[in-house]
């Protein structure tokens, strides 16, 4: 089963902060995410293994706790560029090659 | 470089056509995906190639067949398709899950729009 991915769609003022979330009926190795604007491909945004990191990049960090099987994608101080669609993608075990996309939310940032 | 270049950017074929797309990456990568995606919703895996050779097929119909001449090229063949297999179909790489990395970290290509009529 994919991840379940919420909120569905968010609308934010530039400079808002956002969460979205990703949770697993299955235990995770790790945990990566996209970020896929319309009509474009998914752009990898960050990985996180488990071990319950946290990473960041620029203004958008993340955190993975395995016990839960969820993950959250962390955008501080929302910028117009981070519209899109943001997917989370689940890997189930070391050394597997598939990920499983999360259903997907929509993140509009308005001026 | 990591960039993945996928042609044609739109294919609209027939029922009866047979057509290919093309996937290429220059990165050394040495796994190759094809993934399906429908719009809002999320890229859905088709296959894997490993070192060439074919690792996860998810249950995909004969249509759609799948090719990997060498570690830098992925064809997706098709023939016989359904109006429903029209969608954006995006090929990806990385390098396999290794000893001591265990992850794959995926960079897609930038789709093809497919219209079956």
């Known amino acids: 089963q994919q991840p379940v991915q919420s909120p569905q769609a968010v609308i934010l003022r530039e400079g808002e902060d956002a969460v979205i979330n990703c949770s697993s009926s299955?235990?995770?190795?790790?945990v990566h995410w996209y970020r896929q604007k319309h009509g474009e491909a998914p752009v990898f945004l960050m990985i996180?293994?488990?071990?319950?990191e946290q990473k960041g990049h620029e203004k958008i960090s993340a955190s993975f706790n395995e016990k839960k099987q969820q993950s959250s994608l962390y955008l501080t101080a929302s910028q117009l560029s981070y519209s899109g669609t943001y997917f989370c993608?689940?890997?189930?075990?070391?050394?597997?090659?598939?990920?499983?996309f999360g259903t997907g939310t929509r993140l509009t940032i308005i001026p | 470089d990591t960039e993945v270049t996928q042609t044609p950017k739109h294919l609209v074929m027939g029922m009866t056509n047979k057509k290919s797309l093309k996937c290429e990456q220059h990165?050394?990568?040495?796994?190759m995906y094809w993934y399906k995606q429908k719009a809002k919703k999320p890229p859905e895996l088709m296959f894997v190639?490993?070192?060439?050779?074919?690792?996860i097929n998810e249950s995909v119909p004969s249509r759609f067949s799948p090719e990997c001449p060498n570690s830098s090229l992925l064809n997706l063949h098709l023939h016989a398709l359904q109006p429903e297999d029209s969608a954006l179909y995006l090929c990806?790489?990385?390098?396999?899950?290794?000893?001591?990395?265990?992850?794959?970290?995926?960079?897609f290509g930038p789709g093809t729009r497919l219209t079956v009529l």
């Open positions: 990806a790489s990385s390098m396999p899950a290794l000893a001591g990395r265990s992850w794959n970290t995926q960079y």
């Open positions: 299955k235990a995770l190795y790790s």
């Open positions: 996180l293994l488990k071990g319950g």
């Open positions: 993608g689940s890997q189930s075990n070391f050394g597997n090659e598939k990920l499983t």
């Open positions: 990165m050394g990568h040495r796994a």
């Open positions: 190639y490993s070192y060439e050779k074919l690792s």
